[in-house]
Each structure stands twice: as C-alpha cells, then as structure tokens.
T-cell receptor, first 116, second 113 residues
C-alpha cells in the first residue's frame, strides 16, 4: 500500500481554521484518500474522503492537490472537541479468493492540540 | 442503533491465560475487522471477515484466532496470552467493499503481565 506522511503534531487556537497536511507521493490512480480522527480513549471515527476533487461535509473540507500527491484536511473553526489524532489513509485492497475487502492502514497520524 | 459494541472494556491477563474479546454490530454490516493499537502508534489489522463463515488474516495475526458464525458477531480469541499482546483492541465494521466508512467500537484495553 502507498504510504502517507504527516506531521507528528500541530497546534491551533480555538475558533481558528486548521490545515492538516498529508503527503502521499506514491499514491496510485485508484486510491481514495480517507481521513479519520481518534479522540482520546475512543475508537477512530470517519471524517471525510475523496478521490480527485475537493470535498466538503459537515465536519471538514478536503483539498486534494492536482497531482494527488498531497492533500489537506481543513477544519474551518477548531473547537476544543476537535483535539484528536488525525489519520490520513490511502485505501488499499486485499485480494481474497476473488472477493475484495478494503483495509485501512493507519500510520501515527497528527496529534492536534486546540488552545482555548 | 448501538453501532459496534465491545466487551470487556478492560482486562488484565496473566501470561499463558486465554480469553475472548467480544464484538457485536447491529448495522447488518457484512465486513468486520479487528485492529490492535500499541501506545503512541497507529492501528494494525489482525483479522478481517467479509461475511459469516469467511475470515482472513491481516498484518499481525500471530497469537490470535477469529470466527464469524453470524453477521452480527466477530469474536477475537487469544489462546496463550503474552506480554507482547498488551494493547488496545478495536473492532470495526462496514457494509461492504464499496463502503467508504468503517465504524469503530470503543475498544478493549488488555494488559498481559
């Protein structure tokens, strides 16, 4: 599976926008870019995903570079509740007897701290 | 919907003991996964299942076994606990290979001493 590179940690002031970068220079043409986050002592939760175009949902926006070798997760107004580890993941496929299953390969992610 | 539930929340095992981590989902999802997360690290896939009666190994399957007799349940078995299995275990599910979102349970924190 293609690898992603993220900063270990970032800080943001409350109510300011946050841009979380992710590099994935070996991404293949069919890889989707997923973002998950993990709040303290909880399981990961889905944030957003995209293939080529920028995407928006109620939680965040995803900006994907034209060459798809990098992407940025944008939180428009950080709140204290957004303090978490954010994972940028490329969705790969596991071949299994003709059926397919898509696993998520988690790196260490970026720990986001939000300052009141 | 309760989503993905896991029991127990915490467990301490002695070396050589065995236990089963329970995972249940009520979303009628076909695919289920077991991950482990060591301190300060990302998640690693242990086993996954694409439907009842079908399981396969992930990245780190040694020391574990799974079964999938129903759509809802996907238990993870540790036969001979070792200190290296001290970790937080997460179960996840998703409808099928076309689904983009995996739903995770709250985790089981296991310590082997």
């Amino acid at each position: 599976d293609a690898k992603t590179t993220q900063p270990n940690s970032m800080e943001s002031n409350e109510e300011e926008p946050v841009h979380l970068p992710c590099n994935h220079s070996t991404i293949s043409g069919t890889d989707y870019i997923h973002w998950y986050r993990q709040l303290p002592s909880q399981g990961p939760e889905y944030v957003i995903h995209g293939l080529t175009s920028n995407v928006n949902n109620r939680m965040a926006s995803l900006a994907i570079a034209e060459d798809r070798k990098s992407s940025t997760l944008i939180l428009h107004r950080a709140t204290l509740r957004d303090a978490a580890v954010y994972y940028c993941i490329l969705r790969g496929a596991i071949a299994y007897s003709g059926a397919g299953s898509y696993q998520l390969t988690f790196g260490k992610g970026t720990k986001l701290s939000v300052i009141p | 919907n309760a989503g993905v539930t896991q029991t127990p929340k915490f467990r301490i095992l002695k070396i050589g003991q065995s236990m089963t981590l329970q995972c249940t989902q009520d979303m009628n999802h076909n695919y289920m996964y077991w991950y482990r997360q060591d301190p300060g690290m990302g998640l690693k896939l242990i086993y996954y299942s694409v439907g009842a009666g079908i399981t396969d190994k992930g990245e780190v399957p040694n020391g574990y076994n799974v079964s999938r007799s129903t759509t809802e349940d996907f238990p993870l078995r540790l036969e001979l606990a070792a200190p290296s299995q001290t970790s937080v275990y997460f179960c996840a599910s998703t409808m099928d290979a076309r689904s983009y979102e995996q739903y995770f349970g709250p985790g089981t924190r296991l310590t082997v001493t």
